[in-house]
């Protein structure tokens, strides 16, 4: 089956569409992948609305029209890849997330608008039906991982670098009940939101890791960073924009330390906060051989040094080296997770997100 996956992160950087064909639940082939840039005004537009106090009819006319782009997104893919649109049977559609707490979740991006777009049936809406089973609603690629990961010799942590970096532990010969999985804290959120300021607005993140490479990473800084309760809650948990968003950049800027410092200093805590959660929560249950990289994360070479540093006895690999395109990981698995959901299902991990149970996730617009 010809599945399209539409991912829009926490970093608001444009909207992902992987195209994929799917024989069974571990039989995968992208055959398509793209990024489409938000037009000039929707990314502002969407800083506005997330976690803020809002006007409804701000929300309510950024809801189709995120409908309306991502429905254009999914055609400008197959048309730049040559793939005819009525080839691809079903889309995932993750949508944009506006808010996120323990006990409700908003993303926006309306499937039916989409779906009329496309003439495609869209499973969207995928986390409240484990919230509403007592779960937090994410992660829910841990569900993928698993399917893609899981090796019979091998104990691996895939890790994705996105806005927010998040992880699944899968030991060997694991069981899905035996999976560990949560957000370990922030990826490039803080970094780019930095780099914006640094730069004027001009750049949104730090393209090779060159401006983290011109500064210092500042020990007292990082350490009371670290100090942060979340990085001692124990899994399940997540975390996002509330934690790492505009108050957390103004508290970094208020030291009054050099850009250049805070930028480097930021980058090293999405390592850090990496390797701190798999001490405290993964290496007492199992052992790890290779940690895979995906996300934006794997082309910054300054933050892939980091954590070679901090996770020394740890092959470190990125998800190209096992076929799966880093940038297209999460499209990838909002894709399997429609393909999940079609099939009647669950693909929440209990284990992952404190659910009481697996579900069927998300709406089906037909």
Known sequence: MRVAGIMSGTS???IDVAIVDIRGARRISTVAFRTTPYPAGVREALLGVSNAQTHTRTISRLNFQLGELYARAVRATCEESGIPLETVKLIGCHGQTIYHETASTLQIGEAAVVAERTGIPVVS?????????GGRGAPLVPYVDYLLYRDRRLGRVALNIGGIANLTAIAARARREDVIAFDTGPGNMVVDALVEVYSGGKQRFDRGGRIARQGTVNPDLLRELLRSSYYRAKPPKTTGREQYGEAFVKRLLAT???MEDLIATATALTAAAVAEGMDRFVRPRMKVDELIVSGGGVHNPVMMGFLAAL?????LATSSDLRIDPDGKEAIAFALLAYETWRRRASNLPSATGARRAVILGKISP
Do not use: E, H, Q
Not at 311 to 315: E, K, L, R, T
């Open 12 to 14: 608001l950087d444009g």
């Open 125 to 133: 809406d995928f986390r409240t039906r484990d919230m509403a089973a």
């Open 256 to 258: 009054g330390l050099a």
């Open 311 to 315: 996770i020394p006895d740890v092959a």
